[in-house]
């Protein structure tokens, strides 16, 4: 008989948006007059962009005729979606990187999870909590059980401390998810010369790197010198430009960065192997989809997924401004989709979704779903309609 890996036995029932449904049509089918305002989804709201869409059509009516039909495209991309990524998210930033260090994929998850089919079982892995749970899910499927979880909350401002013990690998996600808080150059060089000293490769998830506005925050790995020879790093289309549905991203895997072969202690380029990975499991994302996400850069593009991120930043502008006239203590949301509050006194993440749930007809996200150190913690997201956002902190101001 077939036999399964039993690794997926090892991970944790994923209950936190299945626990969130379960209680929300409970409380529905028992109040169906009550109107329920959701603010705890990770998903955009607002359309694609007219200059995208328009690439869409064009390259529908390519597909069309048979002068200009494209079939299977280079697995890491298109050279043209590869030059836009290289010219204006690094060439413009003052960063060196080259089309071949660039993998063009469905989406950030996909390689964040995939990236560990070319590293050994037996890394030890550090990750920040509370965290992205791709990470932990997709180590734990492959049998990878050595990881250390590093606590971010208020006292150390969400940002990690360095592993005291000596570590292969650390994911880091800045701007956070869930917590919508940034790193600062200062704090990333840290990471970076750690990683250069203990010989540790650090995988940079920086889907949110768009909602950045401070001009002093890093918005990729690569600003920091040395960066190139110890970091991956992920983007996505999805929040910057509402791709959540298209499915777009790529994968930064620099030329420079080396992995030892623990067998004989010799090391090994990493874009070698992943180039290898992806041209087995991986048959490249649609032209449709590229030529899409190319349209992003355009000028008009640019300017058009700028308004829409100016439009989710106001959202977060007046929940904050809100939650802490209401006196709650509130991180992230300047840089960030997200705003992480504090329960007020004392309340767990789970009592304090019931109370907005039942009483503000509010639907969040309890921080602990995240992992421990969310414990009373609780996400907001800035993805909705603004007149919502409107609605729900006069109801959330009402019952506090
Ligand atoms: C949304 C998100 C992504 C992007 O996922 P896609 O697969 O590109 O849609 C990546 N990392 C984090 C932390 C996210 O929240």
Known sequence: MAHINENFLKLAPSYLFSDIAK??????????????IRLGIGDVTRPLAPAVIEAMHKAVEEMASSDTFRGYGPEQGYDFLRKAIVDNDFKARGIDISMDEVFVN????????????????????????????VYVDSNLMAGRNDIIFCPCNKDNDFVAELPKERVDVVYLCYPNNPTGTVITREQLKKWVDYAIANNT?????????????????????????????????????????????????YTIVPLELEVAKASDGTTIQLNKLWLRRQCTKFNGTSYITQRAAEATYSPEGREQIQNTIRYYMHNAEIMRDAFKEMGLEVFGGENAPYIWVKTPNGMSSWDFFDKLLTEANVVGTPGVGFGPAGEGYFRFTAFGKTENCILAIERIKNIL
Do not use: W
């Open 23 to 36: 209680r929300v049509s409970a409380y529905k089918e028992a109040n169906p007059q009550k109107n329920i």
């Open 106 to 133: 469905d989406g950030a998850k996909s390689d964040t999870g995939n990236i560990g089919d070319i590293l050994g079982l037996d890394n030890k892995i550090c990750m920040t909590d509370p965290i992205y749970p």
């Open 201 to 249: 490769l650090i995988m940079y998830d920086a889907a949110y790197e768009a909602y950045i506005q401070d001009k002093d925050i890093p918005h990729s790995i690569y600003e920091i010198p040395g960066a190139k020879k110890c970091a991956i790093e992920f983007h996505s289309y999805s929040k910057t430009a509402g791709f959540t549905g298209v499915r777009c991203g």
